[in-house]
């Protein structure tokens, strides 16, 4: 039973599309991350939410939008799709805003 | 904000050396501080992590790492890695005070181990 799960695994579409990402996760756990993995295995803190209440919301372009119904899903919304774009985004989620983290498998997206 | 160095980019080592990854970070309050390991193709996982107490702390698959809070580092260490720690290798570090919980991570040391 997987706790943090993410879906698509792999996305590839053209520039200027809308995509979403979701994940869940059944760990009961408070907040929850998206993390971008560039292709130097960078990993950048995008957004995260503790309770449904956005509490992180870094320097990421306004095309990304993250929504959380509840506290066991987040999911992350991007607008007119760009190259730069292209990467690996992690979800995640931890009991508290500041204990370790529970990662999904990644979501590779790839914009042609 | 805070930081997080982790000196060593590349390592490449030969089955049952010793192994030792470098971390530093600055950040002026109290921060948890984790390491967490990427195998090829997977998603991170928790090696270890020190929020307070006896600053040696010892993870899973025979990993451990010492806090020392003086130098602002968190190094990790292996006494003989195998084929199988081939991996990348991620420092991170969260804030507990200030207000600010957002998680920095290094960039990520890459762990090449030849059988």
């Known amino acids: 039973d997987t706790a943090v799960s993410q879906t698509p695994k792999y996305l590839v579409t053209q520039m200027g599309n809308d995509k979403s990402i979701k994940c869940e996760q059944n760990l009961g756990h408070d907040t929850m991350y998206w993390y971008k993995q560039d292709s130097k295995k960078f990993l950048k803190i995008m957004f995260s939410?503790?309770?449904?209440?956005?509490?992180i919301n870094e320097t990421v372009p306004n095309r990304f939008s993250p929504k959380s119904p509840d506290k066991a899903h987040l999911n992350l919304h991007i607008n007119s799709l760009e190259l730069g774009d292209s990467a690996v985004y992690f979800c995640?989620?931890?009991?508290?805003?500041?204990?370790?983290?529970?990662f999904g498998q990644g979501t590779r997206l790839t914009v042609v | 904000a805070q930081s997080v160095s982790q000196h060593n980019h590349h390592v490449i080592l030969s089955e049952a050396a010793s192994l030792e990854l470098g971390c530093n970070y600055s950040y002026g309050g109290t921060v948890n501080l984790f390491w967490y390991v990427q195998y090829p193709g997977q998603h991170l996982q928790l090696l270890l992590k020190y929020f307070s107490g006896d600053p040696l702390v010892k993870g899973i698959k025979g990993f451990e790492a010492e806090f020392i809070k003086s130098k602002f580092s968190f190094n990790l260490r292996k006494p003989s890695v195998q084929w199988s720690d081939t991996a990348e290798y991620f420092c991170a570090v969260t804030p507990t005070s200030g207000g600010s919980y957002i998680p920095t991570f290094g960039r990520g040391t890459s762990l090449i181990v030849h059988p």
């Open positions: 995640a989620s931890s009991q508290t805003k500041n204990t370790e983290a529970f």
């Open positions: 939410y503790n309770n449904k209440e956005l509490i």
